[in-house]
T-cell receptor, first 114, second 114 residues
Framework: QQQVKQSPQSLIVQKGGISIINCAYENTAFDYFPWYQQFPGKGPALLIAIRPDVSEKKEGRFTISFNKSAKQFSLHIMDSQPGDSATYFCAASIGTSGTYKYIFGTGTRLKVLA | NAGVTQTPKFQVLKTGQSMTLQCAQDMNHEYMSWYRQDPGMGLRLIHYSVGAGITDQGEVPNGYNVSRSTTEDFPLRLLSAAPSQTSVYFC?????????????FGEGSRLTVL
C-alpha cells in the first residue's frame, strides 16, 4: 500500500513532442506529490509538485495532472527538448508520527531526439 | 552556496570492510536522510534524522548505521560491506518541518563492494 508505481520505464520522444509519464498510488493518506528530475552523475532535483486538493499544476512546459479518485498523477512535458533528456521520478509523501517520508517511483528514463 | 556535499564520490570496498559516507549541508536544515538508488528500484530510504541527536530507520536500514551530532553532518556507516550494498547513495536534506517539502540532494556516492 506504500508503493508508487511508475510507467513507462523508458521513453523516447521527438523534439517538440509531448512526453507523458504516469504514476499510481494506493495509500490515500499521501498528501504531497513531487516530481524529481535527475541528470546523469547528479542528484535528483525537484521539478514540480502538487497537493491533492488541486487537479492540475503548470510551470512553464511542465504540467502535473492529478486524478484523486483514480489515485493517479502524471507529468506532461510539452514541446520536449533534448535538454529534457533525464531520468524522472515521481514520489508521494506521507506524514507518520509527525515525520514525513517519501516513497519514490522506479523512474523513467526520457530521451528526446534532436 | 554548496548545498548538500557528499564524499567520497566513488569507493570500492572488499566484502567485510567498513567505511563511512560523509554528508554535510550548509542550509541549516533540521531534516536529513540517506537513500540508495538501484536500477529498476528507484530511491529507497535507508535512515533519516529530524534533528541533532534524533535518527530513525527508513525502508532498508539493515547493514547501515547513522548518527547526528550536529545539524550540518549526517554520516552513513557501513559496518561490514556486502555485495548487495553496491549502489549509488544519496544524502538529502529538507527545509520543511519534520521532512515536509522539497528535498535537496547531494550528487551521490557510488559504492562498489567486491
Amino acid at each position: 500500500q506504500q508503493q508508487v508505481k511508475q510507467s513507462p520505464q523508458s521513453l523516447i520522444v521527438q523534439k517538440g513532442g509531448i512526453s507523458i509519464i504516469n504514476c499510481a498510488y494506493e495509500n490515500t493518506a499521501f498528501d504531497y506529490f513531487p516530481w524529481y528530475q535527475q541528470f546523469p552523475g547528479k542528484g535528483p532535483a525537484l521539478l514540480i509538485a502538487i497537493r491533492p486538493d488541486v487537479s492540475e499544476k503548470k510551470e512553464g512546459r511542465f504540467t502535473i495532472s492529478f486524478n484523486k479518485s483514480a489515485k493517479q498523477f502524471s507529468l506532461h512535458i510539452m514541446d520536449s527538448q533534448p535538454g529534457d533528456s533525464a531520468t524522472y521520478f515521481c514520489a508521494a509523501s506521507i506524514g507518520t508520527s509527525g515525520t514525513y517520508k517519501y516513497i519514490f517511483g522506479t523512474g523513467t528514463r526520457l530521451k528526446v531526439l534532436a | 552556496n554548496a548545498g548538500v556535499t557528499q564524499t567520497p564520490k566513488f569507493q570500492v570496498l572488499k566484502t567485510g570492510q567498513s567505511m563511512t559516507l560523509q554528508c554535510a549541508q550548509d542550509m541549516n536544515h533540521e531534516y536529513m536522510s540517506w537513500y540508495r538508488q538501484d536500477p529498476g528500484m528507484g530511491l529507497r530510504l535507508i535512515h533519516y534524522s529530524v534533528g541533532a541527536g534524533i535518527t530513525d530507520q527508513g525502508e532498508v536500514p539493515n547493514g547501515y548505521n547513522v548518527s547526528r551530532s550536529t545539524t550540518e553532518d549526517f554520516p552513513l556507516r557501513l559496518l561490514s560491506a556486502a555485495p548487495s550494498q553496491t549502489s549509488v547513495y544519496f544524502c538529502a536534506s529538507s527545509s520543511g518541518s519534520q521532512g515536509a517539502g522539497e528535498l535537496f540532494f547531494g550528487e551521490g556516492s557510488r559504492l562498489t563492494v567486491l
